[in-house]
């Protein structure tokens, strides 16, 4: 049933997350539905780079390696980020990209599982998991990809496979899987299980420890508000660190890097897995941005996450039926960050309604995408969204923009 203004105000007046909205940047006039593909600005964050460049960098100079804690940044941020995802502190270390983490990951647990050759994954997965993983079965002798239908995974685990590869929460659909169940299901097959948790970090819940869970990646400027291009993280639990040795044997991942010893020997602990240098300025954005996530509490995260989303398909499909628009996220169980829509005019609209101020994204061959991120969305924000999306359906009025050009940024 759909709500009017006055009862979607009264949830935001009673909201305990209402006090974070202030701490982003948002320009006025545009309900921000794209937080999960890049996150709002930080001011913090503003500052923090600002003070990084001003200070540490130009009067600072080469001291700031020791001084401002550069060089320990990997890993204190990495710890930072461990606690919103249910790892222990040295579990978990920001480095490169996502990209780039599930290929030394992918390729230190095959290395370790020599008789099993398989990387188990599904069709649909987000592109660079599906590529990363194909380019690693090149790589390794024997080694291939076997893709299966999401609801097939625990019944195509059979003991060739040494690594199921899963996003945790599916990028187009928000279709979220039982990590505690499917890592279950690969350790009972001798496999190890790499999750990436681009669209959970900072979002929804996740506890890493508690699912068993081996390994995984995540994106530092969706949900956690790093910025364009901010590193990522990568977690190895701890009982897997003395066995697994990243492919990409930098200096930084070596056990003494100032000792500029011939031969590598890797880090006891979770730095074996950085490469090179640390990207100094994207950490002291993502810190900020990780900051503000820790302080929200997590139980309140969640249940407004799924308040949000409910109203979200309660509000568009009450008010935009007949129009062909169709549910693609999860009506019911477990689902991500975003709520997702199939039309066939799906960039178009999505064209109208960011001309409209109404920030979402759009995906092949046919979904838009709208993100609710609770730390700066408010319930009324949600409801004016649905409101702009009838508007541009009843209207017409997508029918103005142009079909899209191919290869641009969506
Ligand atoms: C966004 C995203 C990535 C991004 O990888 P980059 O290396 O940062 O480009 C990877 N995997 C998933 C599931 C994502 O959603």
């Known amino acids: 049933m759909s709500l009017d203004r006055a009862a979607v105000q009264a949830l935001d007046a009673a909201d305990p997350l209402r006090p974070f909205r202030d701490r982003f940047a948002l320009p006025p006039g545009v309900i921000y539905m794209d937080g999960n593909s890049l996150g709002a600005l930080p001011k913090a964050a503003r500052q923090a780079v600002e003070r990084t460049v001003s200070q540490e960098w ?203 010893a011939d031969d590598y020997r890797p880090s006891d602990g979770i730095e074996r897995f950085l490469c090179g240098t640390p990207p100094v300025l994207g950490l002291a954005a993502l810190e900020a941005g990780v900051d503000i996530a820790l302080e929200a509490p997590a139980d309140a995260l969640a249940h407004k996450l799924k308040r949000m989303t409910g109203l979200f398909i309660t509000e568009v499909e009450a008010r935009c039926s007949g129009h062909g628009l169709a549910l693609v996220t999860p009506r019911h169980g477990p689902r991500g960050s975003h709520v997702s829509f199939a039309h066939p005019e799906g960039y178009r609209i999505m064209q109208a309604l960011i001309a409209r101020g109404l920030i979402g994204d759009f995906r092949e061959p046919d979904i838009l995408r709208f993100g609710l991120t609770p730390l700066y969305l408010g319930y009324e924000d949600v409801w004016r969204a649905a409101g702009l999306i009838a508007e541009v359906l009843d209207t017409g009025a997508w029918r103005d923009q142009p079909h899209r050009i191919a290869g641009r940024v969506t």
């Open 58 to 260: 130009g009067a600072g100079l080469i001291r700031s390696w020791n001084d401002a804690g550069w060089m320990a940044a990997p890993r204190r941020v990495g710890d930072k980020i461990a606690r919103l995802v249910g790892a222990a502190p040295g579990e978990v270390v920001v480095a490169d990209s996502t990209s780039v983490n599930l290929f030394k990951l992918a390729v230190a647990a095959l290395r370790a599982r020599p008789d099993r050759r398989v990387i188990l994954t599904e069709p649909g997965n987000f592109p660079t998991d599906l590529y990363v993983a194909q380019g690693v079965a090149d790589l390794l002798p024997q080694a291939q990809v076997r893709t299966v239908p999401a609801a097939d995974i625990a019944g195509a685990l059979t003991p060739d496979v040494g690594l199921l590869l899963l996003t945790h929460s599916h990028y187009k659909s928000a279709h979220t899987h039982d990590m505690t169940a499917l890592t279950a299901a690969a350790h009972d097959v001798g496999a190890l299980a790499l999750w990436d948790l681009s669209h959970s970090a900072g979002a929804i819940p996740v506890d890493l420890t508690a699912a068993g869970a081996d390994l995984a990646v995540g994106c530092g400027y969706k949900f956690l508000n790093g910025g364009p291009g901010a590193p990522a993280f990568l977690y190895v639990a701890r009982r897997h660190q003395q066995t697994l040795v990243s492919p990409l044997m930098g200096w930084l991942g070596h056990a003494a890097p100032f000792d500029f």
